[in-house]
């Protein structure tokens, strides 16, 4: 019998897809459940339950580590929002998981992969490309995508196949969550006119129950990773779940988003994001205290760059490897401390401080040992303005005080402007 790897979170949607595929594939399904952190359920008995179910192998594979060194901290670096927001949690585990698909597919002799998602979403996108470039002989299964059963057909099928329903209270939202972020979506969250009620959250506080006392937490740096909390060196992943446990009290990293999904569709997703959204900010602080203005600026477009491609499930690209590369060279002055003020869901920068600052105070201050040159401004001025001056004597002659102050109100474009000398 020829064997599939699926890959396994215990929930409705791949507990139904072990026997389906086991019918309609006629397949072994050896089941694999991918450890990224921040699980709510305990993996020893989602392991038992896929074998409960007829998978003829379940694992488990903690990759919290690899999940920090190779995705996390990488995306940290570069500054990957998705749209300015979203700091990618979901997008970034899944090469990962993909990944240890195709390893165990290899150990296991399977001759494909199978995942849950649905045929709408990001994430089959992700799972796919990276299975195809990963490994291009296996096939991928997605039951969800090809079976098209709704909710309660879902349901029923589990019923008749004897497969035991885990609390279908959360089942109003679909929920997916790993060390950097938990993302929910569906339900009635649906309608962007509905505000999310508080039973959305659950790691972090709502106003009412955060502490009425700001809290500082001084986060240091190396090269863009964060190495210590509040002086204590420490490991990533146990950075990242203190981080997270402290920002969420005080209510930080909630995030409502209206995003545009690769497929086509806007989507509202609410994410919650306590340790990475401070960690973002206190990363671009020390950036802007150890970037020059050139860098700081192209990094925004590579930031921008990096965070569509995640999120569009390149990981595994050239254009991936080569930001990247330009990511961790930019990253080699960015070492320092950053503390943070966190207070009623925000985080406040309260000081930065870096060997590498190009923060000059002989050149900054107003007092005494000012050693800025200010009559060079003159010839400076002089210069930058040059060609302004020009402009102005040559195309603006004649133009009243009126005109001028309307200039940028395009009513105020003149008829002696450019469409007129386009058509001779
Ligand atoms: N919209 C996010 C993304 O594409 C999260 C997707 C999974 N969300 C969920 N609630 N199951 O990365």
């Given amino acids: 019998m020829q064997k599939v790897v699926l890959a396994y979170s215990g929930g409705l949607d791949t507990s139904v897809a072990i026997k389906w595929i086991k019918e309609k594939y006629d397949m072994d399904v050896v089941t694999l459940t991918v450890d990224v952190g921040a699980n709510d359920r305990d993996l ?17 594979r903690d990759v ?57 979403g990001n994430d089959q996108v992700r799972f796919d490309i990276s299975v195809n470039v990963l490994a291009p002989d296996l096939k991928i299964i997605a039951p969800v995508r090809e079976w098209r059963m709704t909710r309660d057909e879902e349901i029923e099928y589990a019923a008749q196949n004897n497969i035991p329903l885990l609390s279908v209270s959360q089942k109003r ?18 309608d962007p006119r509905n505000e999310p009620s508080e039973e959305v959250y659950e790691w972090t506080a709502n106003p009412d129950k955060q502490p009425d006392n700001a809290e500082y937490v001084e986060i240091q740096f ?32 909630r995030i409502d988003h209206i995003e545009n999904r690769l497929v086509g569709i806007k989507s509202r997703e609410i994410y919650e994001a306590p340790a990475a959204i401070v960690l973002h900010r206190a ?23 990096y965070g569509d491609l995640v999120y569009n499930g390149l990981w595994f690209s050239p254009l991936h490897q080569d930001l990247a590369a330009y990511v961790a060279s930019s990253q080699r002055y960015v070492s320092g401390t950053v503390t943070v003020k966190l207070f009623k869901g925000n985080v406040i920068k309260a000081s930065c401080d870096s060997p590498k600052s190009l923060y000059n105070f002989a050149l900054a201050t107003y007092d005494k040992g000012d050693q800025f040159k200010h009559e060079a401004s003159v010839g400076f001025i002089n210069i930058f303005g040059l060609s302004l001056r020009n402009q102005s004597q040559i195309q ?18 003149s008829p002696d402007a450019p469409s007129e000398e386009v058509k001779k």
């Avoid at 020893?44 to 998978?55: D, H, Q, V």
């Avoid at 939202?173 to 649906?190: F, H, T």
């Avoid at 146990?238 to 990293?253: P, S």
């Avoid at 802007?288 to 760059?305: G, I, Q």
């Fill in 396 to 413: 603006l002659a004649g133009r009243t005080q009126g005109e001028m102050l309307s200039l940028a109100s395009p009513d105020a474009i």
């Fill in 283 to 305: 990363h671009r602080w020390l950036e802007d205290l150890t970037l020059t203005k050139d860098s700081a600026r192209f990094k925004t477009r590579v930031a921008a760059e």
């Fill in 173 to 190: 939202y679909s929920v997916d969550q790993n060390l950097w972020g938990r993302s929910i979506e569906a339900g009635p969250l649906e």
């Fill in 44 to 60: 020893e008995s989602i392991r038992k339950r896929a074998l409960e179910i007829g998978a003829v192998n379940a694992l488990v």
């Fill in 222 to 253: 190396e090269r863009g990773i964060p190495v210590a909390l509040n002086g204590e060196r420490m490991d990533g992943v146990t950075l990242i779940t203190k981080l997270h446990e402290i920002a969420g009290r005080h209510g930080i990293g």
């Fill in 64 to 120: 919290k580590e690899e999940f920090v060194k190779y995705f996390i901290w990488p995306a940290l670096q570069a500054g990957a929002l998705y749209e300015g927001e979203y700091p990618l949690a979901t997008a970034l585990a899944r090469p990962l998981i993909a990944w240890n698909l195709v390893q165990v597919a290899r150990e296991e002799g399977a001759t494909a992969v199978a995942h849950g998602c649905t045929g709408k």
